[in-house]
């Protein structure tokens, strides 16, 4: 399955983390007009990631 936006809100928890600037700007461009946040857009990329993980497992 391809990966999309998708806006939703769950309990969450803050956590520090250090992004490199250029890809900030990339993540950035792509929700530009959409109704995500990057901490949404951050999740959703972690949680297709780990699905995607372990079905080439």
Do not use: W
């Not at 939703?8 to 929700?31: A, C, G, H, Q, Y």
Request: net charge negative.
């Amino acid at each position: 399955m391809a990966f999309q936006l998708k806006s939703d809100k769950k309990e969450t928890e803050n956590k520090t983390i250090r992004f490199p600037l250029p890809l900030i700007e990339k993540i950035e461009s792509e929700i530009k007009g959409n109704d995500v946040s990057f901490s949404s857009f951050v999740i959703q990329a972690c949680e297709y990631a780990l699905k995607e993980l372990h079905k080439n497992e």
